[in-house]
C-alpha cells in the first residue's frame, strides 16, 4: 500500500534566490512538484539539492507556473534532508510551492 504527503511552502525570493530545507525525507519517492509564483511572467530557475549536496535542476528560465510529475533525472527514492532552491527570479515576490512524495506503508 502506498500513501501520498504533500508539503506546502510559501518563499519569497531576495536578490532573484530563495531555498527551503524540506526534512524528514526517509525512502519517499517524488511524484509531483508544483510552483506558482505571485505574478505569472516572473521568470525563475528551479533546483533540488539532496542531503550530499547533489544538485538537480529542473527547469532554467521558465515563466509563470511550473506542474511536472516527471523526475528522471532524479534519484528514484530520497533520504534525508533536501532543499528545494528558487534562483534568478526576475522578480522579488512570494512563490508557492508544494512537494508531493509518495511513501509505501507496510
Do not use: C
Request: aromatic share 14%; charged share 20%.
Amino acid at each position: 500500500m502506498y500513501q501520498a504527503e504533500g508539503k506546502k511552502y510559501t518563499m519569497t525570493t531576495v536578490s532573484g534566490e530563495a531555498t527551503q530545507t524540506v526534512t524528514g525525507i526517509k525512502g519517499r519517492r517524488l511524484i509531483e512538484l508544483y510552483v506558482n509564483p505571485t505574478t505569472s511572467t516572473t521568470v525563475y530557475t528551479l533546483t533540488i539539492i539532496d542531503k550530499d549536496n547533489h544538485e538537480f535542476p529542473f527547469q532554467a528560465g521558465w515563466t509563470g507556473k511550473y506542474i511536472s510529475n516527471s523526475f528522471s533525472n532524479f534519484p528514484q527514492y530520497m533520504i534525508g534532508n533536501i532543499t528545494f532552491k528558487i534562483s534568478s527570479a526576475s522578480k522579488n515576490e512570494a512563490f508557492d510551492v508544494k512537494l508531493t512524495f509518495l511513501e509505501e506503508v507496510y
